[in-house]
């Protein structure tokens, strides 16, 4: 069975970074699609990025580019996010999810598994 453990989380000022983790479990992650998701109060799920964990390619949400990167770590089975110059609007629950297929969709009906979230808070 497939789980998705998000750390990283936490409450920092504009400008600042944080590095949010993705432990995953369970399977052989080589032929896998990893992406993140995140949702504020009141708003719907938001792509976030992508990754595909066989060949490292990564697709990212147009207003992401730039300040956010996704990469994996294969010896250790994690999936990370590095969030630069954060923003009070990229406050919200941060979900990392996979999917069988090699997906790196922006769409979240193409995932399968998903992890509990992590909070991201960017105090102004």
């Known amino acids: 069975q497939v789980q998705l453990v998000e750390s990283g989380g936490g409450v920092v000022q504009a400008g600042g970074s944080l590095r949010l983790s993705c432990a995953a479990s369970g399977r052989t992650f080589s032929s896998y699609g990893m992406g993140w998701f995140r949702q504020a109060p009141g708003k719907e799920r938001e792509f976030v990025a992508a990754i595909r964990w066989r060949d490292g390619v990564t697709h990212y949400a147009d207003s992401m580019k730039g300040r956010f990167t996704i990469s994996r770590d294969n010896a250790k089975n994690t999936v990370y996010m590095q969030m630069n110059s954060l923003r009070p609007e990229d406050t919200a629950v941060y979900y990392c999810?996979?999917?069988?297929?090699?997906?790196?969709?922006?769409?979240?009906?193409?995932?399968?598994?998903w992890g509990q979230g992590t909070q991201v808070t960017v105090s102004s």
């Open positions: 999810a996979a999917n069988s297929q090699s997906f790196i969709a922006a769409t979240g009906r193409s995932y399968d598994y």
